[in-house]
Structures are given as C-alpha cells and as structure tokens.
C-alpha cells in the first residue's frame, strides 16, 4: 500500500506560514482566507501526528520540528520553482518577491516598476515592505532582499548594490532668516529630524565632524524616511537625506543640501538573495535590473 503524502498546496501553505509566522500574512500572500490557512496547518499537523507552530496569544513561532520541516519544505519547492523556470523559461508569471523598505521601494524602485512589468510581463515581482532598515542575519524568506550591510559582514549571498551618501538637507526657506551654514556646528542653530530606525545617524555624523562633546540636539521624530522627507519639504527642521533616494527633492528645489561643501556619512545597500534562488531565470533578471538601476 502506497502512503499518501501532503499535497503541495498545503506544503506551499505551510512554508508561506512558516516564513511569515503568521496566518493571516500567509493568507495575504496565497490570496486564501486566514481560515483556510489554520484549517490547512491544522490538518497537516494532523497527518504528521506532530506539532509544527507554537500558538501563542497574537503571535507564532515554530517548535523544533516545525522549524526543521520548514527547511525542507522550503528547499524542496525552491528546487522545483527553478527547475520549472529552467525547463519552462516562457511560462506566464514566474513570481520574484523582493523585500527593502518603504522609502527605497517608493523613492527608487516605484518610478521604474512600470517599465520593468512592460519589459518583463511574464514576471509578477512582489515588493514588500519594512520601515525601518534591516540587517541581521536572519534571512526574510524573501527571493531577495536590500539590506545595508558592512564591508565586513562577508555574506556569500550579498554583493553590493549601492553606496548611499548620506547628507544634511532641508527646505531652502529655512535659509530665508538665517545665513547658510558653513561648518558642522552652525546646524546646532536648526531643529533636527530623526527617524526611527536611523537614530544613530545624526549621533555619527556629529562625532564624523568633530561634535565629540556636544549633545545631540532632540527635535521632531518620526517613524519612516517618507515622512522625514515631507516634515522637511515643509520647512520644520533638517534631515539626514540618503542619496540616490532623495535625488529628485534635490533636483526640484524642494530639498537643499545644507552646506555649500560635503559633510557627509555613507551606507553600503547590499542585494542579498537566497542561494537557493539563483539560476532561476526571474530571479535572474530581477538582479540585473536592480544592478543597471544602482549603476
């Protein structure tokens, strides 16, 4: 008698599940109910008479046998996915999801979106979104990621993407009742925009330029670059602008940099992919795209 084995659904079910630890999220990506996907988890759980999720009030996690199906689940349906693109290169939408933040996603990678899905209509490329940077060592389950990451991190499965400059900016109204500034100190006379996430970046660049002693100055505080960006647009205080994403503020006149000669910090944005991920042929041109826009 042959045994019956998990159909796939439910083990593509079970890996979304497991890589987002959560159901409704899992749900969001397979476009199911979140119903659906705790019934599936449930039944599976069942079948393998063994427990895969710790169910906690909001939240999940994997117990140990969980997390090491989770591993070969996901290696076996990576597999298959690059096995299909390679034998079937043509195949209508080969999906590629790629994780960055919100600002990177809307300031540099949303102007170019329309003419990426015109030039590669058989690829549905999902962006999804954090906030705040993110650079640990965790992986997101994403296809690929743009984490910053130090030269030193030394992760096979990065490259560098990008060198950001990172540099004081703010509306030219803020010149109108004061002289431009001139040295690092003159920006103690200007309220300071911080974002959440990139808190220690005014606390480098005061040290950078010499401000060892002198206390960083509180202002506003918010919890996104996008945010950042409209509070200085409007005159309420000077940022930190990270470069290329906010070139077009700069090439309007929204933005002005603050002084005349550069006082800035720099951060190395990384594409990290998933080993597993490459050779598939979206995958592929994804990468390529990313690295002709970077260039």
């Known amino acids: 008698m042959i045994m019956r084995r998990p159909r796939l659904n439910v083990l593509r079910t079970f890996e979304t599940a497991a890589r987002h630890l959560s159901f409704s999220l899992a749900a969001n990506e397979l476009n199911i109910s979140q119903a659906a996907v705790s019934q599936q988890m449930r039944q599976l759980e069942t079948y393998l008479d063994a427990a895969l999720f710790i169910r906690h009030h909001r939240r999940l996690s994997l117990t140990g046998t969980g997390h090491a199906y989770m591993e070969v689940v996901h290696e076996a349906l990576d597999r298959l996915d690059t096995v299909t693109d390679q034998l079937f290169p043509d195949r209508p939408h080969q999906v590629v999801s790629l994780r960055c933040t919100a600002s990177v996603a809307t300031l540099w990678l949303a102007p170019q979106l329309g003419a990426f899905q015109k030039k590669n209509p058989e690829i549905d490329l999902r962006i999804r979104t954090l906030e705040q940077d993110f650079s640990g060592k965790?992986?997101?389950?994403?296809?690929?990621?743009?984490?910053?990451?130090?030269?030193?991190?030394?992760?096979?499965?990065?490259?560098?993407?990008?060198?950001?400059?990172?540099?004081?900016?703010?509306?030219?109204?803020?010149?109108?009742?004061?002289?431009?500034?001139?040295?690092?100190?003159?920006?103690?006379?200007?309220?300071?925009?911080?974002?959440?996430?990139?808190?220690?970046?005014?606390?480098?660049?005061?040290?950078?330029?010499?401000?060892?002693?002198?206390?960083?100055?509180?202002?506003?505080?918010?919890?996104?670059?996008?945010?950042?960006?409209?509070?200085?647009?409007?005159?309420?205080?000077?940022?930190?602008?990270?470069?290329?994403?906010?070139?077009?503020?700069?090439?309007?006149?929204?933005?002005?940099?603050?002084?005349?000669?550069?006082?800035?910090?720099?951060?190395?944005?990384?594409?990290?992919?998933?080993?597993?991920?490459?050779?598939?042929?979206?995958?592929?041109?994804?990468?390529?795209?990313?690295?002709?826009?970077?260039?």
């Open 138 to 295: 965790e992986f997101s389950g994403d296809d690929m990621e743009i984490v910053i990451l130090s030269e030193s991190a030394n992760d096979p499965n990065a490259f560098k993407l990008l060198r950001s400059t990172i540099t004081p900016v703010c509306s030219p109204k803020l010149f109108s009742d004061k002289d431009n500034p001139a040295n690092p100190s003159d920006i103690l006379t200007f309220e300071l925009i911080h974002v959440l996430g990139y808190d220690d970046d005014w606390h480098r660049w005061f040290r950078r330029y010499g401000l060892v002693d002198v206390a960083v100055p509180r202002g506003l505080s918010v919890d996104g670059s996008l945010i950042a960006i409209e509070a200085a647009v409007r005159g309420d205080g000077v940022m930190l602008g990270r470069r290329p994403f906010i070139d077009d503020y700069l090439q309007s006149g929204e933005l002005v940099e603050v002084f005349p000669r550069p006082y800035h910090l720099q951060a190395d944005y990384y594409l990290r992919r998933r080993a597993r991920t490459k050779g598939r042929r979206a995958s592929e041109v994804v990468a390529k795209w990313l690295v002709e826009l970077a260039a």
